[in-house]
């Protein structure tokens, strides 16, 4: 089974991908892209995918909560991974050598004391992975990458530091997608994502809170993304306790459509465990 993640093989996407699936009888498939992510498995490219949405430090993956919106994918699943940032570099190189270290942006923010104490010039790059890869091709021994401890053994590089983030409980939040029309009948479910935009009134928003606590369901998450077509226009993405199945939430969501403009279920699944990390 094709599954599709964003990013290099290494990359921490593809962690969880092992994570959630296991490794047999599966084949990752790693794109450049969340947008080709989502587009193979609208073109049936691969069989399901797995996106972060969002980071216990940095927030909601942004593109990835407006990808999810617009298309028709259904999640069955989520999981939560520990991110554990390591400094790499090619074999024989110390970390007195490093002038410089190449990663995402957020790596970087998240290991910027480590890399300022030392002296190393921190420089984006587009995918931890692909950074990982590009200095495995190289000889230079005054390069770095922040990288997963699975980049390590792909492209043979040393890991000259695995204490490299300020903050260590980091967690990343995947969901697993299939296609609406494939969502399986029987899941589980103990948890259930939506979106909605509200009707343009005021108490709109309270209106539509209220359902919730009228049936008795706890919301787990509350979160607005602008609409760019429709300027200062909102999408709020709710996840809550319980299954589409329960008669409180098909009255919620029914007494709901008195508030909305448009209601999109994104999917109801398993909670995926939350490993304590302090």
Same mark, same amino acid.
């Given at each position: ?6 990013? +290099? ?9 092992? &994570?959630? %699936? ?6 990752? +498939? ?6 080709? #992510? ?22 909601? #993956? ?8 617009? =298309?028709? %994918? ?19 190189t110390k970390l007195e050598n490093l002038k410089k270290v190449y990663s995402h942006p957020i790596a970087l923010a998240q290991?910027?004391?480590?890399? &300022? ?5 921190a420089i984006p790059e587009y995918d931890t992975a692909g950074a990982a890869k590009l200095l495995s091709e190289s000889n ?13 053994? =792909? =492209?043979? /590089? ?17 969901? #697993?997608?299939? &296609? ?11 948890? +259930? ?11 709109? /928003? ?5 359902? %919730? ?6 919301? +787990? ?12 226009? =909102? ?14 939430? &098909? ?6 459509e008195e508030h909305a403009t448009s209601i999109k279920i994104i999917g109801s699944y398993p909670c995926g465990d939350r490993?304590? /990390?302090?």
């Amino acid at each position: 089974m094709k599954i599709a993640f964003q990013g +290099t093989k290494g990359s921490y996407s593809e962690e969880a991908l092992y &994570k959630y %699936f296991g490794k047999e009888n599966i084949i990752p +498939t790693g794109l450049a892209l969340s947008e080709d #992510v989502c587009e193979a498995l609208d073109q049936k490219e691969v069989a399901a995918a797995i996106l972060p949405i969002e980071n216990s430090i940095v927030g909601n #993956v942004d593109v990835n909560m407006d990808l999810i919106f617009k =298309y028709h %994918f259904y999640a069955i699943g989520e999981l939560y991974l520990p991110i554990k940032h390591c400094l790499l570099a090619t074999k024989g190189t110390k970390l007195e050598n490093l002038k410089k270290v190449y990663s995402h942006p957020i790596a970087l923010a998240q290991c910027h004391d480590f890399l &300022k104490r030392h002296g190393i010039q921190a420089i984006p790059e587009y995918d931890t992975a692909g950074a990982a890869k590009l200095l495995s091709e190289s000889n230079d021994h005054e390069t770095g990458t922040i990288s997963s401890r699975l980049c390590s053994e =792909y =492209y043979g /590089l040393d890991i000259i530091s695995d204490d490299v983030q300020k903050v260590k409980n980091n967690l990343t939040r995947f969901l #697993v997608f299939v &296609k609406e029309n494939e969502r399986p009948t029987v899941v589980g479910n103990i948890k +259930t994502s939506i979106a909605f935009c509200t009707k343009h009134h005021p108490g709109a /928003l309270l209106g539509c809170l209220q359902e %919730f606590s009228n049936n008795n369901i706890n919301l +787990t998450k509350l979160e607005s993304r602008p609409i760019p077509e429709n300027p200062f226009m =909102y999408i709020f993405y709710i996840d809550f306790m319980g299954s589409l199945d329960d008669q409180n939430t &098909k009255t919620c969501l029914k007494n709901l459509e008195e508030h909305a403009t448009s209601i999109k279920i994104i999917g109801s699944y398993p909670c995926g465990d939350r490993p304590d /990390l302090m």
